[in-house]
Every structure is written in structure tokens, then in C-alpha cells.
């Protein structure tokens, strides 16, 4: 059975500002830590944390949606790649950002405290500079 989680967060910015900083590499890498290779195009590719995560573009509705495929390098090889989606709600001055993570493959559970300690954690230091 594939692993999945949902993780919720608020950042005290736009969702513009998330959703440019998630598809543009220098800015991802600045808001990580760790350097990024991002697209802006539905159907292309993308890597971050310096190649150990990979993936592709699947959808956008700009400043709302980001969905992805992806996978790190401890997927198994024959293993097919995980679905990210993130969603981008605006409240008051701020940003609840939905992280959906399915179809992981089984027994790989240490991604929900990577999220938030590879991304949330970084994230909040980056928008709140």
C-alpha cells in the first residue's frame, strides 16, 4: 500500500509570492537552502534540495495550484513517481499552504518531516526576511 499525507502551513505573504518562489530556481533555492532547477511549463522537468528530489510540471492555476510529479533518490528505481499537489489559500494578509503528497511508495514515511524541515521550516525564515 503507498504512503500519503497532507500537510498545512501559514506564511505571512501573497500566494503570488509562494507560487514564484516554487517555480522559479533561483528563488527556490534561496527559499530551501538547496539549489533548484525549476520550470514554469506544464510538462517539463524540475529538480531541487541539489538533484536529490525530481520531478515534472503536471498543472498550475497561477497563484492557487501546483501539481507535480516526484520523487527523490531513495525511490526505488522501478518505482513510478509520487503526486504533489499545493494548494494556495489567501487569508487576510497571509497564505494557508494544503501540501497533498500520495502515491509514495511503501514504507517511505520520512517525507512528512522532510517537508517540514526542508521546506516549511526554510520557508518561514525566507517570507519573513
Known amino acids: 500500500m503507498k504512503e500519503s499525507f497532507q500537510l498545512k502551513e501559514v506564511f505571512k505573504v501573497k500566494p503570488s509570492a509562494i507560487y514564484q518562489a516554487w517555480l522559479d530556481s533561483e528563488l527556490h533555492s534561496q527559499m530551501t537552502g538547496g539549489e533548484a532547477e525549476c ?3 506544464v510538462g517539463e522537468s524540475f529538480t531541487a534540495w541539489d538533484g536529490y528530489i525530481s520531478g515534472k510540471n503536471e498543472a498550475f492555476i497561477e497563484n492557487e495550484k501546483i501539481v507535480q510529479s516526484w520523487r527523490t533518490t531513495e525511490f526505488p528505481e522501478k518505482e513510478e513517481d509520487s503526486n504533489l499537489t499545493i494548494i494556495l489559500t ?6 494557508e499552504l494544503t501540501l497533498i ?3 509514495i511508495p511503501t514504507g517511505q514515511t520520512q517525507y512528512k518531516q522532510g ?3 526542508h521546506y516549511f ?3 518561514k525564515v ?4
Open 101 to 103: 503528497h500520495n502515491n
Open 115 to 117: 517537508w517540514i524541515d
Open 121 to 123: 521550516e526554510p520557508m
Open 90 to 95: 489567501e487569508i487576510e494578509e497571509s497564505t
Open 126 to 129: 525566507y517570507f519573513n526576511q
Open 39 to 41: 520550470s514554469q511549463q
